[in-house]
């Protein structure tokens, strides 16, 4: 096993009364695609969340890469490397696709440059020309994000999250309301970047991480159920119970 | 940014005049004073086509709706004033003392209102808007109170040796115009600067601007000071256009306004705030002689705007050429 990059330790969230999270410890390893997997109202957007500092969790605390993460600023975490997809698309409507990865791109670059011309900044440009292309975008780059496909919009969320040049990628259900042709091609490039980077992959159909993913996570009811290669977690009862009916 | 590419002649001026679009509004300005029926309303266009320039920064690229924008206007041209009046301070001098308070108040309100957001952030700029007010208001010693601050007088000005007159209205008009012309030249290398594209991406998404690494918090107060200090210097230029600074400068109709201007023009465009300044001070101007209740005649244009052209009219005119 190789080393953990992220670590989340006793995690539990509240909101309110209702506990989201209970208690919740998993390791993940540095170099692998993991997948977190579990029924709609798991928990597994609250402890993406809490792994990716948008909330910060009621007791517990994520650790990465040796250090103490908990409570850290949302856009610490760019900075250190950790990117992500939200369930809800999140892009910048009305900029072009291209602009969208520049503005992305340039982050690391310059954040309070007040006068040189963003234009004159060619290698900025060419960087975001080059994520498009990853995620087969390049025909599009003069467009409107707003005016792009649904599946074209994930992708486009992903070139954004890739900008930073992130050692650890997190993506929460980015196949989330695609066709199945879109499903595919979405995978296959989860598995190409899987392949440079720490990936954890937040999913709520359990079919479609079972080929790819070496490790899989379950969470059910804000606890932490069952982890293992896909064939423990296959053969694994308590699962199949949560996942009644459905073929796994 | 319009890159689009022209295909018809239409769109070649449209992208001719945003590429070079400080000129244009220049070239705009250095002929107004001969379209409009006085220089004196050509010098309000100025100043409050410059005002809601720095208004829109905030508004209309960062996604920010104030409504205490008056402290900025107000505050700007009473350092000036006080300076000049108590001081002694020569014009030159006073203007940047303009800027700098308004840009030093711009912080402490900044501070205070930039984690709240929408209606929040539009109650809280207003109150203290009002706090900026109710402070020069009482400090009546400095300001005038009441009755403003009189005495803001500017005879001649020595260019090296060079005198001009700054009682000839055209001449005051061309002076204040240089520093219009800075300050549009400023405004319009930072939105297209890299912080630019931060404020853009600011008010199309502060989450996922968040997720990328920016500073949200930190961006919109450096764009709040800046956007602060443009009015700041708007402010300098209406005390020394008018010789006096009215504490109306500090009211909240005159934050008011400043919304309006930009709605009406087209906000998040750079030509928009002049237009829109440009409408409802010409529209006041004219329909004050015509009827008493000319706030009426300015209300229901712009609910027609609002309701039916909501890009203004600038941007729908914008929008226009580019479909062309
Ligand atoms: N901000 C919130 N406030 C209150 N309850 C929430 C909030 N976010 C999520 N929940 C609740 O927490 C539970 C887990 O939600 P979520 O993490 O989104 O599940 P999943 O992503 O696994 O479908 C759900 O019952 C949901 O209603
Ligand atoms: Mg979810």
Redesign the pocket.
């Given at each position: 096993m190789n080393h953990p990059i992220l670590v989340a330790e006793n995690i539990t969230k509240r909101f309110g009364a209702f506990v989201a999270l209970k208690n919740v410890s998993v390791a993940f390893e540095a170099g692998r695609l993991t997948a977190i997997i579990g029924p709609n109202g798991a928990g597994?957007?609250t402890f993406f969340n809490v792994l990716t500092g948008a909330f910060a969790p009621t007791s517990g605390n994520v650790n990465y890469d040796g250090h103490d993460i908990t409570g850290k600023k949302q856009h610490e975490f760019a900075r250190m490397g950790i990117a992500k997809s939200f369930?809800i698309t999140n892009l910048f409507p009305q900029l072009s696709v291209l602009e969208n990865v520049r503005v992305a791109v340039q982050m690391r670059h310059s954040r309070f440059q007040l006068l040189t011309p963003r234009q004159s900044m060619k290698g900025l440009i060419d960087q975001a020309e080059g994520l498009l292309n990853l995620v087969g975008l390049s025909s599009y780059s003069s467009q409107t994000a707003r005016d792009l496909a649904h599946g074209q919009q994930r992708c486009l969320e992903i070139a954004m999250a890739l900008a930073c040049d992130p050692k650890l990628l997190l993506l929460?259900?980015p196949t989330a309301g695609m066709s199945p042709e879109e499903t595919l091609v979405m995978m296959d490039l989860i598995v190409r970047l899987a392949d440079q980077r720490t990936v954890i992959l937040?999913e709520h159909k359990m079919k479609l991480v079972m080929g790819i993913c070496k490790r899989i996570i379950v969470l059910h009811h804000g606890e932490f159920l069952a982890e293992g290669t896909p064939d423990d977690v296959r053969a694994n009862d308590e699962v199949k119970r949560v996942y009644l009916g459905q073929s796994i | 940014m319009e890159g689009a590419p022209s295909r018809t002649p239409y769109r070649l001026i449209a992208t001719q005049v945003s590429r070079h679009r400080v000129a244009a509004v220049i070239a705009f300005l250095v002929v107004l004073p001969w379209l409009t029926p006085s220089h004196a309303l050509a010098a309000n266009i100025l100043i409050f086509g410059l005002y809601a320039v720095g208004f829109n920064l905030l508004f209309g690229y960062t996604g920010l709706l104030s409504f205490g924008h008056a402290a900025f206007l107000g505050s700007g041209s009473y350092a000036t004033g006080v300076v000049m009046v108590h001081y002694g301070w020569p014009w030159w001098l006073a203007i940047p003392a303009g800027i700098t308070l308004a840009a030093l108040i711009g912080l402490c309100m900044g501070y205070l209102v930039i984690r709240s957001r929408g209606i929040y952030f539009a109650m809280v700029t207003l109150a203290l808007g009002q706090c900026v007010y109710f402070a020069f208001y009482k400090a009546e010693a400095i300001t005038g109170g009441e009755n403003g601050l009189r005495g803001v007088n500017v005879e001649t000005i020595d260019l090296l040796g060079w005198k001009l007159d700054f009682q000839d209205p055209i001449t005051k008009y061309f002076v204040m115009l240089v520093f219009v012309a800075a300050a549009l030249w400023f405004v319009s290398r930072l939105l297209a600067s890299p912080f630019g594209a931060v404020l853009e991406s600011v008010r199309e998404n502060e989450k996922r601007a968040a997720a990328c690494g920016y500073d949200v918090a930190r961006t919109k107060l450096l764009a709040f000071v800046i956007s602060a200090a443009i009015c700041g210097l708007a402010g300098a230029l209406r005390a020394l256009h008018l010789s006096i600074v009215p504490i109306d400068s500090l009211h909240y109709l005159t934050s008011g306004q400043v919304v309006m201007m930009s709605l009406l023009g087209g906000m998040g465009t750079f030509f928009g705030p002049f237009v829109g300044a440009a409408t409802i001070l010409w529209v006041e101007d004219v329909a004050t002689i015509l009827t008493k209740s000319w706030q009426l005649v300015v209300g229901v244009i712009f609910i027609i705007f609002v309701l039916f052209f909501p890009r203004g009219i600038w941007g729908s005119f914008l929008h226009w050429l580019g479909r062309r």
């Open positions: 597994k957007s369930q929460d259900e937040v | -």
